[in-house]
């Protein structure tokens, strides 16, 4: 059984940060990459950022230089966060984490979700 649990999100003014974090726990051997998925009201769900086992990173076009990503990967830890600076109304969604791993077999896990709220 595997399990990722977010927290860190909820509601700021724009131009502020939030930091989100996920936290892997259960049968994990080993994780291939961690991101962040974002999904807004009657959008589809979409990649934020992504990273890698050995810290290569990816970020959509409408987050670079904005967010961070960054990982922890002692297997104690298996955590991955998002630093989220000068939000914008546009950021407002719900925030998946996800991950690729290898448990008893490859699989593809995502948390609950954590609601990210940018207004005045």
């Known amino acids: 059984q595997v399990q990722l649990v977010e927290s860190g999100g909820g509601l700021v003014q724009p131009g502020g940060s939030l930091r989100l974090s996920c936290a892997a726990s259960g049968s994990i051997f080993t994780i291939y990459v961690m991101g962040w998925y974002r999904q807004a009201p009657g959008k589809q769900r979409e990649l934020v950022a992504d990273?890698?086992?050995?810290?290569?990173?990816?970020?959509a076009d409408s987050v670079k230089g904005r967010f961070t990503i960054s990982r922890d990967n002692a297997r104690t830890k298996n955590t991955v966060y998002l630093q989220m600076n000068s939000l914008k109304p546009e950021d407002t969604a719900v925030y998946y984490c996800?991950?690729?791993?290898?448990?008893?077999?490859?699989?593809?896990?995502w948390g609950q979700g954590t609601q990210v709220t940018v207004s005045s």
């Open positions: 996800n991950a690729d791993l290898w448990s008893s077999s490859p699989m593809n896990a």
């Open positions: 990273i890698t086992s050995d810290g290569n990173t990816n970020y």
